[in-house]
């Protein structure tokens, strides 16, 4: 029997479900059921930049007009990530008021299954920092969720919403977010 059967066969119990071993290099623990770590970003940046005697803001998430600055929809951005890590990055697309319509007129009807949009990412995400400025299109894949991004002419972000990630590289900027307990000698 090898060291790591031995630890192996020592299960620890949190919440009625089985806690699995963070990784060595960044200390995160893969999710107990395999399914995208959830990373939000609660607002588009620019929301931020403007000083607030000029901000103003309609609407509530998923939907966000600020005027003379743009119309934002709320999207997911998928990340495959190595190591059966993956990622559901929460961010805002800056659509075209057109867009913005007809998101807001199916979102709960059966014609948003098929909803398609186009727009920029608002959102600066680690480790890529600022993206593109390029058209991402965003489509639902299930009508219980927000539509994700799914496909991109710009060569940068195709790699992004296609490529695996090293899990070390994209996880590490949220280390704070993604370990749930701190380690009992601390
Ligand atoms: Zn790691």
């Known amino acids: 029997m090898t060291k790591s059967n031995v630890s192996r066969a020592s299960r620890t119990k949190v919440g009625g479900k089985a806690l699995l071993e963070?990784?060595?290099?960044?200390?995160?623990?893969?999710?107990?059921?395999?399914?995208?770590?959830p990373i939000t970003f609660e607002l588009p940046d620019v929301y931020s930049e403007i000083p607030e005697e000029l901000l103003d803001a309609w609407g509530e998430d998923p939907f966000l007009a600020i005027k003379t600055i743009g119309f934002f929809v709320r999207v997911i951005l998928p990340v495959k990530l190595t190591d059966g890590y993956s990622v559901d990055f929460g961010t805002w697309l800056e659509?075209?008021?057109?867009?913005?319509?007809?998101?807001?007129?199916t979102w709960n009807m059966p014609e948003y299954a098929d909803l398609s949009i186009e727009g920029y990412v608002a959102n600066a995400i680690e480790p890529w920092k600022k993206l593109p400025h390029t058209l991402v299109r965003a489509t639902v894949r299930d009508v219980d969720q927000v539509p994700y991004l799914t496909s991109c002419n710009d060569e940068r972000m195709s790699k992004i919403l296609g490529?695996?990630?090293?899990?070390?590289?994209?996880l590490t900027p949220y280390a704070h977010l993604l370990k749930a307990d701190p380690p009992a000698e601390r």
């Open 163 to 170: 490529d695996t990630w090293p899990h070390d590289e994209v």
């Open 22 to 37: 963070p990784c060595a290099r960044c200390g995160i623990a893969p999710d107990p059921r395999g399914r995208p770590f």
């Open 95 to 105: 659509v075209h008021s057109e867009d913005f319509r007809t998101t807001w007129q």
